[in-house]
């Protein structure tokens, strides 16, 4: 899961990342850290309601370089409302992806 290079810069860290590295090295599969960018910063989600994540993240993914894969993972360290998920998962779909998994460590309740 991309964040915004502002985010990053913050953080200093994409903890997605940090979790994908071990499992695509384990499964001998390559990250893709250059295929999609995070291009709206949008507040952090934990700091929004419910009812308002969607909202911030419509539109803040876009791809990079073209697709050149079918099936794709994304890897990401919680899951919330889902919001981000569907939206990263469109700006792939719209590239050509045809198989999208989401990958997370924690799946927070509703």
């Known amino acids: 899961m991309p964040l915004h290079r502002a985010r990053l810069r913050e953080r200093g860290f994409n903890q997605a ?4 590295r071990p499992v695509g090295r384990r499964l001998g599969v390559p990250l893709a850290l250059d ?4 291009v709206r910063p ?4 934990s700091a929004l309601q419910r009812s ?4 911030n993240v419509r539109g ?3 791809l990079r370089r073209p ?3 079918w099936h794709i993972a994304v890897v990401d360290d919680v899951m919330t409302t889902g919001a981000s998920a569907p939206e990263l998962a469109g700006t792939l779909r719209r590239a050509g992806a045809e198989r999208i998994e989401v990958w997370v460590v924690a799946r927070t309740p509703p």
Do not use: K, N, W, Y
């Open 52 to 55: 308002r994540r969607h909202a």
């Open 42 to 45: 949008g507040r952090p989600q």
């Open 35 to 38: 295929l999609i960018e995070r």
């Open 67 to 69: 697709l050149d894969a």
């Open 17 to 20: 990342v940090e979790l994908a």
């Open 60 to 62: 803040a993914f876009a």
